[in-house]
């Protein structure tokens, strides 16, 4: 058991970290005890327990305080992570429709999104179409002054961060797990470009692994912090239908790209379309939904840099749209399968080659 800590930061740092306890506990526990959460964590167990959605099993843990706060406040201050919470100056103004509001928020890089923010989110195994689309519009939108918010995520989310990233844009990732984790782990590579232009957020605790509950959480902050939602691609029973659920109950502008009518990933955008989505085929749609109309092939965009030469060898086999996996393309260059498969992940990362729902890679 830790003492109870009396500034209202820790004290909330303590109870976002405890198993079973969210936002939602902690509203309850504010109503309870006329907005007094130290002494919530004073009361008794049985005290607890008559808390209307508490019950004995909850109050326990509550009631046990078993969580290291001033540890989490060192170790975050190590690991140059920001904590924030409501009142603090950053505090986005965007969580103040939210029922659940996050309880804090750990920041990595230089700021938080402001007003002009868009999400784009979609699929993990996107087709190379889908992937094109996500970091083209993402491109063309943070040119225009857009911030991109996505997930970190394989597929849609690291192709929206990457197109920001290629205008010089802003862009951030909130994850479903603690900051101090990166998933995949070939994100790090991505989220390290991230940090000079936007950064990464997370309302979990240190250490806090993914898991089937903290990725639909995540998804309404997603939807809290973006002015529209755009899905490029997700099936019937994708994540991004809930993020796009969260969005429609916060009145956001929701809208999503069409795909092959017999395509897997594109059956959860048609459904999106059907129930009342805006379709957009392009950035400049998008920006007409915002209510701002410009035609974006006047802005200038970077121009992609030539392949480094050590690269060259490697893109070659791809030339002509033809898809590679390790074995193949390992044959191709006169490697080993091993090597080649190193370098078909390096190669995704730096947004040259796109993951196909096959597992086989193409040019991107």
């Known amino acids: 058991m830790f003492p109870i800590p009396s500034d209202p930061l820790a004290q909330r740092l303590l109870l976002n970290a405890l198993p079973g306890v969210g936002p939602v506990t902690?509203?309850?526990?504010?109503?309870?005890?006329?907005?007094?959460?130290?002494?919530?964590?004073?009361?008794?167990?049985?005290?607890?327990a008559r808390v209307k959605g508490i019950?004995?099993?909850?109050?326990?843990?509550?009631?046990?305080?078993?969580?290291?706060?001033?540890?989490?406040?060192?170790?975050?201050?190590?690991?140059?992570?920001?904590?924030?919470?409501?009142?603090?100056?950053g505090w986005p103004l965007a969580f103040a429709p939210l029922w659940d509001p996050p309880l804090v928020l750990y920041?990595?890089?230089?700021?938080?999104?402001?007003?002009?923010?868009?999400?784009?989110?979609?699929?993990?195994?996107?087709?190379?179409y889908g992937a094109g689309l996500a970091r083209r519009f993402a491109r063309e939108l943070a040119t225009a002054g857009w911030w991109i918010i996505s997930?970190?995520?394989?597929?849609?989310?690291?192709?929206?961060?990457?197109?920001?990233?290629?205008?010089?844009?802003?862009?951030?990732?909130?994850?479903?797990?603690?900051?101090?984790?990166?998933?995949?782990?070939?994100?790090?590579?991505?989220?390290?470009?991230?940090r000079e232009r936007g950064g990464v957020l997370?309302?979990?605790?240190?250490?806090?692994?993914?898991?089937?509950?903290?990725?639909?959480?995540?998804?309404?902050?997603?939807?809290?912090?973006?002015?529209?939602?755009?899905v490029i691609e997700t099936d019937v029973d994708g994540g991004s239908l809930i993020t796009a659920r969260f969005a429609g109950d916060l009145g956001k502008t929701l809208c999503a790209v069409p795909g092959r009518v017999d395509s897997p990933a594109s059956r959860g955008c048609h459904a999106l379309l059907r129930d009342g989505a805006t379709l957009v085929t392009s950035a400049e749609d998008i920006l007409r939904e915002l209510g701002e109309t410009r035609d974006l092939t006047s802005l200038p965009l970077p121009t992609e840099a030539a392949p480094a030469p050590?690269?060259?060898?490697?893109?070659r086999p791809f030339a002509g749209g033809t898809p590679h996996d390790a074995e193949s393309l390992?044959?191709?260059?006169?490697?080993?399968?091993?090597?080649?498969?190193?370098?078909?992940?390096?190669?995704?990362?730096?947004?040259?080659?796109?993951?196909?729902?096959?597992?086989?890679?193409?040019?991107?």
């Open 26 to 48: 902690v509203r309850r526990l504010r109503d309870a005890y006329d907005g007094d959460l130290a002494a919530a964590l004073r009361a008794r167990p049985a005290e607890l």
């Open 55 to 89: 019950g004995t099993k909850l109050a326990a843990t509550i009631a046990a305080r078993d969580f290291d706060w001033a540890g989490e406040l060192t170790r975050s201050q190590e690991l140059g992570f920001r904590i924030v919470t409501e009142g603090d100056p």
């Open 107 to 128: 920041a990595e890089g230089a700021a938080l999104p402001g007003e002009r923010a868009v999400a784009i989110i979609g699929s993990r195994h996107c087709t190379a």
């Open 151 to 194: 997930g970190l995520a394989r597929g849609i989310d690291t192709a929206a961060h990457e197109g920001a990233l290629d205008a010089a844009g802003q862009t951030i990732a909130v994850l479903g797990h603690g900051l101090d984790l990166t998933y995949p782990p070939e994100g790090r590579a991505l989220r390290a470009r991230m």
């Open 202 to 230: 997370s309302e979990f605790a240190l250490g806090r692994p993914a898991d089937r509950q903290s990725f639909p959480q995540r998804n309404r902050i997603v939807a809290a912090l973006a002015r529209a939602v755009v």
């Open 310 to 315: 050590e690269h060259a060898r490697w893109l």
């Open 330 to 364: 390992a044959a191709a260059v006169h490697c080993a399968p091993a090597e080649a498969a190193a370098m078909l992940a390096l190669l995704e990362i730096r947004g040259r080659l796109l993951r196909r729902p096959d597992g086989r890679h193409e040019a991107g």
